[in-house]
């Protein structure tokens, strides 16, 4: 350890001031909790992910995924397959345009980015799915491969003599 030119005692490690600015570290969640004051946009795009719902059914022909996006309109939302099998909903909600006379009271509607990623089971024709959205909510469609039915496992052999 050794005496700062700017008062107090520093470490002799030369990254010890790195520690406290990491870019890659995430605040806990009790942190968060804690201090939602210091952490206000991770808190928000962390709030518009997870409030992104999903549901995805599957059915005899198709695997249908089914989104709530209240308020956003076809424009704002992307839908792609990558690397051949993941499905990717994308969008963003904008903030709200408002003048400098206006006075919020409270804003908990989530703003900003959102991504949901699903791995698609191998039987899905990839190539054919489908996206529509109406009142909020966006279905995509993505058919599947009919697989052939399994030959028996039993087979019967004649016997000679």
Excluded at 46 to 61: G, H, L
Excluded at 102 to 115: I, K, N, P, T, Y
């Amino acid at each position: 350890m050794a005496i700062s030119l700017f008062g107090g005692r520093r470490s002799d490690d030369p990254f010890e001031s790195l520690q406290l600015f990491d870019p890659f570290s995430f605040p806990s969640f009790s942190s968060l909790m804690r201090f939602p004051d210091q952490h206000p946009s991770f808190a928000r795009d962390v709030a518009a992910v997870a409030n992104t719902q999903v549901d995805w059914k599957e059915t005899a022909d198709s695997h249908i995924f089914k989104a709530n996006l209240p308020g956003l309109a076809k424009e704002d939302v992307k839908v792609q397959v990558e690397d051949g099998r993941v499905l990717q909903i994308s969008g963003e909600r904008k903030k709200e345009e408002s003048s400098s006379d206006d006075r919020w009271h409270r804003v908990e509607r989530a703003q900003g980015s959102f991504l949901r990623r699903f791995r698609l089971p191998e039987n899905s024709k990839v190539e054919e799915v489908k996206a529509g959205m109406e009142n909020g909510v966006l279905t995509v469609t993505v058919p599947k491969i009919s697989l052939p039915e399994p030959k028996s496992a039993v087979k019967s052999i004649d016997i000679s003599g």
